[in-house]
């Protein structure tokens, strides 16, 4: 299970915070900024593995991330999760990104952290994987923002 | 109206919409709280408005503001109003504002409901998926088992998109509510085999979460994921797949030897690392589940431990993690193999990347040895000098204790060595684990006696210095070790250089600082102190020394006595007044030493921390009986009023065990003492660890090896045990001399021809003799403790409730609740049914032939599942890769060859009384086992079904028995032939019957037949019903309404060639007799020609066997077991028989369900339970022709109808 999937950039700054356990807002803004200071302490060649997140989880959970140019994405997960699969996995949405906003920049992710999450949607849902498959997950968010668009029409 | 739509689309546009809102942010980041507050009052007059255009924007927005960590649920309702806008653009907008927010706690959830189950059944598949992701985020019980069968209809959607998700979401539901889990199982497992890879990669996903938390109840689809192992080329499922073979190989040891080659070739075949990862993981696991069973997989360690040392020396960081991850993996069972790489390990140590380090450490655990221990310490502690960040250092601390302290510090030759390095390790600032060193301090110090002495020399001082370490306030910090020093110089004083100088150490004023139960440790330990300065000075003589002590006492102690903690003050109370007492004995010149340290007189021994829990309850004493009668309602209700405490009491006196008890107890001990040694039936057992724990080992006789204390001991300041890394160096150099010259000796010895030692000394880091003469004391337990390793689970894990029999049919309680809804549209997906037919067909009933598209339907349903149904005989079957064939019939043909035990014994014990009647029951009985003394008519039979048995029977290779001794389990049944537990019930030209019979543990007195019918003829056979004639001692469990007459129907139809099992549950009464039930299955036989009636009877046999349940049991609860005396013994004997003890043993196993507690050499015992609890003993001796059965048992009946029946067995071998 995919316990929470966390976005920020360099600063720390959370750009897309998914929790699949419930926590209170104001835990969830601890774990972002507890994470957020685990991972910046991280050199870029060093292991995108981490353990000892203190405020999820537990023994159990670890944290898997990738670094993009200004954002961090990262997984927090269990064991049952592959950790290599993982870290393909945040490719996956990394690269769906890009697709869905040609080019993605942080800023598409600042303005638009509704679209995010319904692509997120469509990888992972409730913790846990969904679809690996770009391509699929494209056409259906694409196939939704067709729909949307009807709609806007039709009121418009 | 229309105006109001214009109107509310021009508000819009003036609206801030989420951009406007992001953009805001960003332009106010001096006063960004004061701007997002006013933001907030906007959105609350936005969604006031009835547009809900602008409703949704504004639950946007929220959206966003709870990313940033305000806090929404206030719009809880309003973004329900949101969910249940018609259009998919708000729709979804509500839906991710619920996914983000709400949660079990939010009460508004309940209104959702309807509207969530409405857009499950919407006609658009995105108004359904977004209902369903959001729902996978909040859903809660209700919401689950409201809403179970609505989304247990969506699996079977049209649109791949949405079954995936529904399937996916069923996790959750299962979770929440985990009744739903055994209705909605056959569809999930159907989706395994989805054509949609996506879905089946979901249902593969749900499966392995399900099976993580409770793997044995998913043995049985191993066939099923196997077949997908070997034609996925979907690398996600694969992975999902792999990992959960791990989890289930623990389980099914045999289930590991089918997956290595398999996975061997994957790992030679694929270029995904993931893939590879897992591969090596799960055949690391197949081999740890195999290590006690067969060692020869060496190849595949070999490989494993090779792909692993290329992803570590990868440069690829990642890789070099989990291949670190993994190696700690196979160092559990196959340490050597990981040692040979201690290279590279320890390179790891210096690793830029903490990660790796950590990983590092954890493989240090397995590569210490007695000869590099000390080195490999010395470099943790250079590691713990550098460290940065208090995580890394308390790692490292722990690891070291770990490292030193592992298998009963089994690695340390030099304690003098590890308590310098625990004093080192309090110099560490800031650690957490100042409980741990404590610990480890009182550990050594108790149980190393050799050690006491330098022990408490460094523990005064420490408390000398004990200002530098008490400045830490933090919990669990360093001044925790305070208490071990304090204890130490306390308890062992009489080792005390300086005692006075302690003493005054100990009630300084700083001392008040410390937490409550560190001050109250030094005041009880002062008291010891003190005792043993007084008896010094008493006994040099000197009286004014003595009262000077005193009066130092009572000047300090007050300081004590003052202290907010109320153990503290306590203590301190009650000793001051002690203390002041002896002040005036003292001023009469009263010697008082001896009485002051008689009060700590004797030694405090280690207990072990189970020792509690394992005091068996002695038996007759029954925790939950009532000693006094309860008064009854009525009267205790008219006395409420007078008696308050009444009550109480009476409540007490339940848990209270009476004194006269612990008598009995003691007395009872001592004769089951003195019974255990003259009993020979009590086999004494090899030691088992647990036995060790009993032979504390004398103190007396072990000679204590004076230390040298040469060392100067004190260095405060100054890390010292680095001396010792020099010190043992030149000792072992020292050793090693003299063991050359011995050996050399020795050599001229052993020419003469005398072998003396079978090992001669090498230079082995086993050989390096220890320093002190180290007896560590055992830890004590109480006598007779029952081994138990259970480990308790934890109660409130939320993955239990979801451990539940997937197998077993579905009653009918355990239909998903179906909404009735006002609403007709609710109901308009015309799968909606389907569940119902499901639940239906699954269960016997007598309707079956109304819809003969449900039972098509049905039919399908279980062919399918039958694949997977006989895991045993999937895992027996050789070639791996073949797809579990239809198991059914080919079974029955092994029982008719061999498997007809049971049944047949018993028919010897019956046939005199039944004579001629054999005869006339004709075919079912054909197959009877041969006799001794035969009658005539039945010899061709015989010595057909006898030749047929040698052939099938022999064993292979039939060695003789191994010497060594085996325990608990079922001796290795490889070297037998594939046997089945079915025995052929009846058959003629359609219809062939197998049965067996099972006792089940959970129900008293109820055993399972399982029918395995196979259908010989080109007929359909259906409208099959069983009806059995109930005796007085055993009945069948019927469906409820049904008579003792009436048939049971057999819930499936058989087409040609197919065979089925069904199972019907029998109630015995008493099992200590063998019976028979006279029974009847009644079918249609249809083909093209037409229908026609028939009948087969047969005749069911309980046999004795029948009711035991193979249940293991340890040697020990075993001996005590047969020395409670109330066991009624019996035997019997066997001559002629040639198959080896091995194989014997196993077929007493397989066919009376036993299991071996112990065996040495041609002798063993056994044990087995009946479904009624009588407890089953066996002694089972072979000579050199013959075999000899001893039993024991609570019921004798019972004992000689087994031992028959066993006889008979036996008598084929």
Request: charge should be neutral.
């Given at each position: 299970m995919i316990q929470a999937i966390l976005v920020f950039n360099n600063h720390g700054k959370p750009r897309l915070v998914r929790f699949y356990q419930r926590f209170p807002e104001e835990i969830q803004q601890q774990i972002v900024r507890e994470t957020f200071h685990l991972v910046l302490k991280r050199d870029d060649n060093i292991c995108n593995f981490l353990e000892g997140g203190s405020l999820i989880g537990g023994s159990d959970y670890k944290l898997i991330y990738r670094h993009y140019a200004t954002l961090y994405f990262v997984f927090c997960v269990d064991s049952s999760e592959s950790e290599l699969g993982i870290l393909d996995l945040i490719q996956v949405f990394v690269e769906t990104l890009d697709k869905c906003f040609e080019n993605v920049c942080e800023l598409d992710l600042i303005f638009h952290m509704d679209k995010v999450h319904y692509i997120l949607q469509e990888v992972v849902m409730g913790g846990m994987v969904l679809e690996t498959n770009m391509n699929e997950i494209v056409a259906q968010i694409e196939a939704q923002n067709r729909l949307e668009k009807s709609e806007d029409q039709v009121l418009g | 109206?229309?105006?109001?739509?214009?109107?509310?689309?021009?508000?819009?546009?003036?609206?801030?919409?989420?951009?406007?809102?992001?953009?805001?942010?960003?332009?106010?980041?001096?006063?960004?709280?004061?701007?997002?507050?006013?933001?907030?009052?906007?959105?609350?007059?936005?969604?006031?408005?009835?547009?809900?255009?602008?409703?949704?924007?504004?639950?946007?927005?929220?959206?966003?503001?709870?990313?940033?960590?305000?806090?929404?649920?206030?719009?809880?309702?309003?973004?329900?109003?949101?969910?249940?806008?018609?259009?998919?653009?708000?729709?979804?907008?509500?839906?991710?504002?619920?996914?983000?927010?709400?949660?079990?706690?939010?009460?508004?959830?309940?209104?959702?409901?309807?509207?969530?189950?409405?857009?499950?059944?919407?006609?658009?598949?995105?108004?359904?998926?977004?209902?369903?992701?959001?729902?996978?985020?909040?859903?809660?019980?209700?919401?689950?088992?409201?809403?179970?069968?609505?989304?247990?209809?969506?699996?079977?959607?049209?649109?791949?998109?949405?079954?995936?998700?529904?399937?996916?979401?069923?996790?959750?539901?299962?979770?929440?509510?985990?009744?739903?889990?055994?209705?909605?199982?056959?569809?999930?497992?159907?989706?395994?085999?989805?054509?949609?890879?996506?879905?089946?990669?979901?249902?593969?996903?749900?499966?392995?979460?399900?099976?993580?938390?409770?793997?044995?109840?998913?043995?049985?689809?191993?066939?099923?994921?196997?077949?997908?192992?070997?034609?996925?080329?979907?690398?996600?499922?694969?992975?999902?797949?792999?990992?959960?073979?791990?989890?289930?190989?623990?389980?099914?040891?045999?289930?590991?030897?089918?997956?290595?080659?398999?996975?061997?070739?994957?790992?030679?075949?694929?270029?995904?690392?993931?893939?590879?990862?897992?591969?090596?993981?799960?055949?690391?696991?197949?081999?740890?589940?195999?290590?006690?069973?067969?060692?020869?997989?060496?190849?595949?360690?070999?490989?494993?431990?090779?792909?692993?040392?290329?992803?570590?020396?990868?440069?690829?960081?990642?890789?070099?993690?989990?291949?670190?991850?993994?190696?700690?993996?196979?160092?559990?069972?196959?340490?050597?193999?990981?040692?040979?790489?201690?290279?590279?390990?320890?390179?790891?140590?210096?690793?830029?990347?903490?990660?790796?380090?950590?990983?590092?450490?954890?493989?240090?655990?397995?590569?210490?040895?007695?000869?590099?221990?000390?080195?490999?310490?010395?470099?943790?502690?250079?590691?713990?000098?550098?460290?940065?960040?208090?995580?890394?250092?308390?790692?490292?601390?722990?690891?070291?204790?770990?490292?030193?302290?592992?298998?009963?510090?089994?690695?340390?030759?030099?304690?003098?060595?590890?308590?310098?390095?625990?004093?080192?390790?309090?110099?560490?600032?800031?650690?957490?684990?100042?409980?741990?060193?404590?610990?480890?301090?009182?550990?050594?110090?108790?149980?190393?006696?050799?050690?006491?002495?330098?022990?408490?020399?460094?523990?005064?001082?420490?408390?000398?210095?004990?200002?530098?370490?008490?400045?830490?306030?933090?919990?669990?910090?360093?001044?925790?070790?305070?208490?071990?020093?304090?204890?130490?110089?306390?308890?062992?004083?009489?080792?005390?250089?300086?005692?006075?100088?302690?003493?005054?150490?100990?009630?300084?004023?700083?001392?008040?600082?410390?937490?409550?139960?560190?001050?109250?440790?030094?005041?009880?330990?002062?008291?010891?102190?003190?005792?043993?300065?007084?008896?010094?000075?008493?006994?040099?003589?000197?009286?004014?020394?003595?009262?000077?002590?005193?009066?130092?006492?009572?000047?300090?102690?007050?300081?004590?006595?003052?202290?907010?903690?109320?153990?503290?003050?306590?203590?301190?109370?009650?000793?001051?007044?002690?203390?002041?007492?002896?002040?005036?004995?003292?001023?009469?010149?009263?010697?008082?030493?001896?009485?002051?340290?008689?009060?700590?007189?004797?030694?405090?021994?280690?207990?072990?921390?189970?020792?509690?829990?394992?005091?068996?309850?002695?038996?007759?004493?029954?925790?939950?009986?009532?000693?006094?009668?309860?008064?009854?309602?009525?009267?205790?209700?008219?006395?409420?009023?007078?008696?308050?405490?009444?009550?109480?009491?009476?409540?007490?006196?339940?848990?209270?065990?009476?004194?006269?008890?612990?008598?009995?107890?003691?007395?009872?001990?001592?004769?089951?003492?003195?019974?255990?040694?003259?009993?020979?039936?009590?086999?004494?057992?090899?030691?088992?660890?647990?036995?060790?724990?009993?032979?504390?080992?004398?103190?007396?006789?072990?000679?204590?090896?004076?230390?040298?204390?040469?060392?100067?001991?004190?260095?405060?300041?100054?890390?010292?045990?680095?001396?010792?890394?020099?010190?043992?160096?030149?000792?072992?150099?020292?050793?090693?001399?003299?063991?050359?010259?011995?050996?050399?000796?020795?050599?001229?010895?052993?020419?003469?021809?005398?072998?003396?030692?079978?090992?001669?000394?090498?230079?082995?880091?086993?050989?390096?003799?220890?320093?002190?003469?180290?007896?560590?004391?055992?830890?004590?337990?109480p006598e007779n403790a029952l081994p138990s390793d259970e480990d308790d689970k934890d109660p409130n894990d939320p993955y239990r409730a979801l451990d539940i029999d997937l197998d077993k049919p579905l009653a009918d309680s355990e239909k998903l609740p179906i909404q009735k809804h006002r609403n007709t549209e609710t109901s308009k997906s015309p799968e909606k049914d389907v569940p119902m037919v499901e639940k239906k067909s699954k269960k016997p009933k007598k309707k079956e032939k109304k819809h003969k598209e449900k039972e098509r339907d049905k039919e399908k349903r279980k062919e399918k599942e039958k694949k997977a149904e006989d895991l045993d005989f999937w895992l027996s079957t050789t070639p791996p890769p073949a797809p579990a064939p239809a198991p059914v019939p080919s079974t029955g043909e092994l029982s008719v060859n061999t498997v007809t035990t049971p049944k047949d014994e018993c028919e010897d014990a019956k046939t005199e009384a039944q004579g001629e009647e054999d005869d006339a029951e004709g075919q079912d009985q054909d197959k009877k086992s041969p006799k001794p003394k035969k009658k005539k008519h039945r010899k061709e039979k015989e010595e057909r079904t006898k030749g047929k048995k040698k052939s099938k029977k022999q064993p292979p290779g039939s060695e003789e028995a191994a010497g060594e001794p085996v325990q608990n389990g079922a001796p290795e049944e490889e070297q037998l032939p594939p046997e089945s537990s079915y025995s052929l019930l009846a058959e003629n030209s359609y219809v062939k019957m197998t049965c067996d019979i099972r006792g089940s543990l959970q129900e008293d007195s109820q055993v399972t037949v399982a029918i395995v019918l196979e259908n010989r003829s080109s007929s359909i056979l259906k409208g099959m019903e069983l009806s059995v004639l109930d005796s007085l001692n055993a009945r069948m469990a019927r469906p409820q309404g049904s008579s003792v007459h009436d048939g049971v129907p057999v819930p499936f139809q058989l087409p040609p060639g197919v065979s089925n099992e069904a199972q019907y549950v029998f109630t015995i009464q008493s099992i200590v007799m063998a019976q028979k039930l006279k029974g009847t299955l009644s079918f249609i036989a249809k083909n093209d020609e037409g229908a026609t009636h028939e009948k087969l009877d047969f005749r069911l046999h309980f046999s004795c066997s029948s009711y035991l349940i193979t249940t293991p049991c340890y040697s020990d609860a075993f001996a005590k077991l047969l020395e409670s005396g109330d066991l009624s013994m019996s035997s019997v004997k066997v001559d002629g028989i040639r198959m080896s003890f091995q194989n014997l043993l196993a077929k007493i196993c397989f066919h009376h369900h036993f299991s071996v507690v112990e065996r040495v050499d041609s002798c063993a015992s056994m044990y087995s339970r009946s479904i009624q609890g009588h407890h089953v003993c066996l002694l089972v001796k072979k000579g050199e022709n013959s075999v000899s059965v001893d039993g024991k048992c609570s019921d004798s009946t019972l004992l000689s109808n087994l031992l028959e029946e066993m006889k008979a067995t036996l008598a084929k071998c």
């Open positions: - | 109206m229309a105006l109001k739509m214009v109107k509310g689309s021009i508000d819009r546009m003036f609206d801030k919409n989420l951009q406007d809102l992001v953009r805001g942010i960003r332009n106010h980041k001096e006063d960004e709280a004061k701007y997002i507050s006013q933001c907030i009052d906007e959105i609350k007059q936005e969604l006031k408005q009835d547009n809900i255009a602008v409703k949704a924007n504004a639950v946007c927005k929220l959206t966003y503001l709870q990313m940033l960590g305000y806090d929404i649920s206030w719009a809880a309702f309003n973004i329900i109003e949101v969910m249940s806008a018609s259009k998919f653009t708000f729709k979804r907008i509500g839906y991710l504002a619920a996914s983000q927010s709400f949660h079990e706690g939010t009460d508004v959830i309940m209104l959702t409901t309807n509207q969530i189950r409405k857009d499950l059944s919407s006609p658009s598949q995105y108004d359904t998926g977004v209902a369903l992701t959001g729902l996978s985020c909040f859903v809660t019980p209700d919401l689950a088992r409201d809403l179970a069968n609505d989304i247990m209809t969506l699996m079977s959607h049209t649109k791949p998109y949405i079954r995936k998700k529904a399937v996916l979401i069923m996790y959750k539901v299962f979770l929440k509510y985990p009744e739903s889990l055994r209705p909605a199982f056959p569809r999930l497992k159907e989706k395994l085999e989805d054509p949609d890879p996506g879905v089946q990669s979901a249902a593969v996903n749900v499966i392995c979460e399900l099976a993580r938390r409770n793997p044995k109840n998913y043995l049985s689809l191993a066939p099923l994921f196997f077949k997908l192992m070997t034609s996925s080329t979907n690398n996600w499922v694969l992975i999902k797949i792999i990992k959960l073979f791990g989890a289930l190989t623990p389980l099914e040891p045999r289930l590991g030897k089918k997956l290595i080659e398999p996975l061997t070739n994957l790992i030679h075949s694929t270029s995904a690392m993931s893939l590879l990862y897992e591969c090596v993981n799960t055949v690391i696991a197949v081999l740890i589940s195999l290590s006690s069973g067969m060692p020869n997989h060496s190849a595949s360690i070999q490989l494993c431990v090779q792909k692993l040392r290329i992803l570590i020396e990868d440069s690829d960081q990642n890789l070099k993690y989990l291949g670190l991850l993994a190696m700690s993996k196979i160092l559990k069972t196959h340490p050597k193999s990981v040692q040979s790489h201690k290279d590279l390990i320890l390179q790891c140590l210096d690793d830029k990347d903490e990660s790796i380090r950590l990983r590092a450490l954890d493989l240090l655990y397995g590569m210490v040895s007695k000869k590099n221990l000390m080195e490999i310490v010395k470099k943790l502690m250079t590691h713990v000098d550098k460290a940065e960040g208090t995580t890394y250092r308390d790692e490292l601390l722990t690891k070291i204790i770990d490292i030193c302290s592992q298998s009963n510090y089994q690695y340390i030759t030099n304690f003098e060595w590890y308590i310098s390095i625990l004093v080192e390790l309090t110099r560490l600032e800031g650690t957490r684990h100042g409980h741990l060193i404590a610990a480890q301090m009182l550990d050594v110090a108790i149980r190393v006696k050799a050690i006491r002495k330098f022990a408490v020399s460094q523990m005064s001082a420490l408390l000398d210095s004990a200002h530098l370490l008490a400045s830490s306030t933090q919990r669990n910090g360093i001044c925790e070790v305070l208490y071990a020093a304090a204890w130490i110089c306390g308890e062992f004083s009489e080792h005390l250089q300086e005692p006075h100088h302690t003493l005054e150490a100990m009630l300084r004023p700083r001392v008040t600082t410390l937490p409550g139960h560190i001050q109250a440790v030094y005041v009880q330990n002062v008291v010891k102190l003190y005792a043993s300065i007084l008896q010094q000075k008493e006994q040099a003589g000197e009286a004014e020394g003595a009262q000077a002590v005193t009066q130092l006492m009572v000047d300090r102690l007050p300081q004590f006595v003052q202290s907010a903690d109320l153990e503290v003050q306590e203590r301190a109370s009650c000793i001051l007044q002690l203390v002041k007492h002896i002040q005036k004995l003292q001023a009469k010149d009263v010697p008082v030493a001896e009485e002051v340290s008689a009060l700590f007189a004797g030694e405090l021994n280690p207990v072990a921390p189970k020792a509690q829990k394992k005091v068996p309850v002695p038996e007759g004493l029954d925790l939950d009986a009532w000693i006094n009668e309860p008064l009854s309602d009525s009267e205790s209700e008219d006395e409420r009023p007078r008696a308050v405490f009444h009550e109480e009491e009476q409540r007490r006196p339940k848990h209270r065990p009476s004194e006269a008890d612990e008598e009995e107890l003691a007395r009872r001990r001592e004769a089951r003492k003195q019974e255990q040694a003259n009993n020979p039936f009590y086999i004494k057992s090899s030691p088992s660890p647990q036995k060790r724990y009993q032979d504390t080992p004398g103190v007396e006789h072990i000679p204590v090896v004076q230390i040298d204390l040469s060392v100067p001991l004190k260095v405060p300041g100054l890390p010292m045990s680095d001396q010792y890394v020099k010190l043992e160096e030149e000792r072992r150099h020292r050793q090693k001399l003299e063991k050359d010259k011995r050996r050399k000796k020795r050599k001229e010895k052993e020419k003469k021809g005398k072998r003396r030692h079978s090992s001669l000394p090498t230079e082995s880091d086993e050989d390096i003799a220890p320093a002190q003469q180290v007896d560590i004391v055992t830890e004590e337990m």
